[in-house]
């Protein structure tokens, strides 16, 4: 079984920035590619960044040049820093391993950017 956990949501001004991170339980996180999704309200979830077992990266068009997805295969932890983030960034995050038997969620942690 494996699990999910994120962190680093929270309250952020517009311009500002946020690092997430999602702590995972068991041997597969070094194997498989991992990924950042998102869903605001009403809206349907959302890819926002995948990271390979070896680093490729890969980013929505939306966040390019403002969000870096990286992992750290030693300490199980994947991680979104998030620059200059805007209102329409807000939205529950949510990190996901797909692996040829299951796919894995967290529970999400929630960004909120207001002035």
């Known amino acids: 079984q494996v699990q999910l956990v994120e962190s680093g949501g929270g309250l952020v001004q517009p311009g500002g920035s946020l690092r997430l991170s999602c702590a995972a339980s068991?041997?597969?996180?070094?194997?498989?590619?991992m990924a950042w999704y998102r869903q605001a309200p009403g809206m349907q979830r959302e890819l926002v960044a995948t990271?390979?077992?070896?680093?490729?990266?890969h980013y929505a068009d939306s966040v390019k040049g403002r969000f870096t997805i990286s992992r750290d295969n030693a300490k199980n932890t994947a991680y979104l820093q998030m620059n200059s983030l805007k209102p329409e960034d807000a939205a529950a995050y949510y990190c996901?391993?797909?692996?040829?038997?299951?796919?894995?969620w967290g529970q999400g942690t929630q960004v909120t950017v207001s002035s």
């Open positions: 996901n391993v797909a692996t040829p038997l299951s796919t894995y």
């Open positions: 068991g041997r597969i996180f070094s194997i498989y590619a």
């Open positions: 990271i390979t077992s070896s680093g490729t990266t």
